[in-house]
């Protein structure tokens, strides 16, 4: 460490630290997002309507049954992964303020009072008796600040504050994420209710034919092969009742999980079949709502704060110059504490070279850099996943409205066959094999059906989730999150329920 001046004027010191500081400049490079050929539509959606604004459509909007909003408001309250994102994007805030801190000086404030004892009884050193106790008062202060020539700190505030904004992405994602399993567990809990409906349904239309199997019996008309094949076929259906009771369980207790309560039942609302017609994708979505994903933005956060720590690390390479100064106040007697002779300072400039480390600094710089390239091709690879994601969605969720179409339709043939089978059999114009196998794929089409109405309600979430949220811009959502954290979130928590005017 190199000395420049000791003393020197403290007015001067810090005129010649304020010019070097408005002097000073960032090394390294500039964030920027990577060049990426990104397609102006997503490979699977139609343009046969114009594309939606993105101002339309939000989850409570998506989800229209009042039920699910509830629950989904009462998550985004509750949920304890929530709870966790809101709490290090806390940490991440104060990480940012901390960082930004290092760009001013650092000014701490002393005071105190030295008692020293004298003995009244004579030592060596002290040949002649003493009558009288020493007091020292002092009342001073102390300052610090490193200038900021090459940009270090100011890159390290940078880092932070990006940081920051990915947590609060991730935030924003875990909001997202919350909204849609809640959903997914709603909708399979409705499906194993309307599964156990028709198990029942169907185990009662069972012992009715096999109470007129037993009678026909008795009669001489039936055989005991008939019997049997209509018992099995009265079993094959009660095998059924404890797999969907226990599938119904399990997704009241995963909802009151994700609601941050503990197992219990949970209130149901409308029907598989009514959610599937009020959930409704606008054509020629463009791709710019990628944009607005948070795990995306996230991404391109974090590549942007560790191409800012290159420079925090490239800066250790030079000379660093810091500013330091002390004074106040010393006296034995009281009432001289503040006169000036009493005063005391000093101030000095020091400049630190690096001069030998063995390489450490400039492995550093290295592995900023490799660090920062990593970011970058995670970053692409999250855009390119996002494409991806969104073009399954899409396509997915038109073949699997196809299939569920073509299923209802299936449905309805199967009801009329199985009609018509119980009646053929009752006038004994055909034997019981062809109740049998009606009854069979009847009830397997309406099990079916029930598959085919969950897989589509579960692909919109999926694209809701894969589009950032829907298709209301991520600006808007934000700023109502913001408003409702401050009118209605608990203070204990800060969760808000993104964009809902309900909330």
């Given at each position: 460490m190199i000395a420049l001046a000791t003393p020197v004027r403290l007015g001067a010191a810090i005129a010649l630290a304020t010019t070097l500081a408005v002097a000073g400049c960032k090394v390294g490079p500039e964030p920027s997002r990577p060049e990426l050929p990104v397609p102006d539509t997503f490979r699977g959606a139609t343009d046969a309507q114009t594309a939606a604004s993105p101002d339309e459509l939000t989850w409570f909007t998506l989800f229209q049954d009042p039920v699910l909003q509830q629950l989904i408001r009462d998550a985004l309250a509750g949920n304890d992964d929530l709870a966790i994102a809101v709490a290090r994007v806390r940490e991440a805030r104060a990480a940012s303020a901390?960082?930004?801190?290092?760009?001013?000086?650092?000014?701490?404030?002393?005071?105190?009072?030295?008692?020293?004892?004298?003995?009244?009884?004579?030592?060596?050193?002290?040949?002649?008796?003493?009558?009288?106790?020493?007091?020292?008062?002092s009342i001073g202060g102390f300052a610090s600040w490193e200038i900021d020539l090459w940009g270090r700190y100011a890159r390290a505030a940078d880092a932070a504050n990006a940081d920051l904004l990915a947590l609060e992405l991730d935030r924003a994602a875990v909001m997202q994420s919350l909204v849609v399993e809640v959903a997914a567990a709603y909708f399979r809990m409705i499906a194993a209710d309307e599964n156990l409906e028709i198990t029942h349904r169907t185990i009662e239309s069972r012992q009715s034919s096999l109470k007129l199997v037993q009678a026909r019996l008795d009669q001489g008309i039936a055989s005991k092969l008939e019997l049997r094949q209509a018992e099995s076929l009265l079993q094959s259906a009660e095998l059924f009742v404890p797999v969907y009771e226990l599938d119904r369980e399990r997704e009241e207790n995963l909802i009151e999980l994700l609601l941050g309560g503990n197992p219990g039942t949970v209130p149901r609302g409308?029907?598989?079949?009514?959610?599937?017609?009020?959930?409704?994708?606008?054509?020629?979505?463009p791709s710019q709502l990628l944009e607005r994903r948070p795990d995306l933005m996230a991404a391109e956060a974090q590549l942007a704060?560790?191409?800012?720590?290159?420079?925090?690390?490239?800066?250790?390479?030079?000379?660093?110059?810091?500013?330091?100064?002390?004074?106040?106040?010393?006296?034995?007697?009281?009432?001289?504490l503040f006169d000036a002779s009493s005063t005391y300072w000093d101030a000095a400039l020091n400049l630190t070279i690096p001069i030998f480390n063995a390489g450490r600094l400039e492995a550093n710089v290295a592995a900023s850099e490799a660090r920062a390239e990593a970011a970058a091709r995670t970053y692409l690879r999250t855009v390119r996943n996002a494409f991806r994601e969104v073009s399954d969605g899409l396509v997915s969720l038109e073949k699997l409205r196809e299939f569920r179409k073509i299923q209802e339709s299936r449905v309805a043939v199967l009801t009329d066959q199985a009609s018509?089978?119980?009646?053929?059999?009752?006038?004994?114009?055909?034997?019981?094999?062809?109740?049998?196998?009606?009854?069979?794929?009847?009830?397997?089409?309406?099990?079916?059906?029930?598959?085919?109405?969950?897989?589509?309600?579960?692909?919109?979430?999926?694209?809701?989730?894969?589009?950032?949220?829907?298709?209301?811009s991520l600006a808007t959502e934000t700023a109502s999150a913001e408003a409702a954290a401050e009118t209605q979130a608990p203070a204990a928590t800060e969760v808000s329920v993104a964009g809902d005017p309900q909330a």
């Open positions: 901390i960082a930004e801190s290092r760009l001013f000086p650092t000014i701490d404030g002393t005071a105190g009072i030295d008692s020293q004892g004298i003995p009244r009884q004579g030592f060596p050193i002290f040949p002649e008796p003493q009558d009288r106790d020493g007091f020292t008062e409308e029907p598989l079949a009514k959610q599937v017609e009020t959930l409704e994708v606008p054509a020629g979505l704060a560790a191409t800012s720590r290159i420079g925090e690390a490239k800066a250790l390479l030079y000379p660093q110059l810091t500013l330091t100064a002390f004074g106040g106040v010393n006296s034995q007697d009281l009432s001289n018509l089978s119980q009646s053929r059999y009752r006038g004994g114009v055909t034997s019981y094999l062809e109740v049998l196998d009606s009854e069979r794929q009847l009830f397997e089409g309406e099990q079916s059906l029930i598959a085919a109405r969950l897989d589509e309600v579960a692909a919109v979430g999926i694209l809701f989730r894969a589009l950032g949220g829907g298709w209301e």
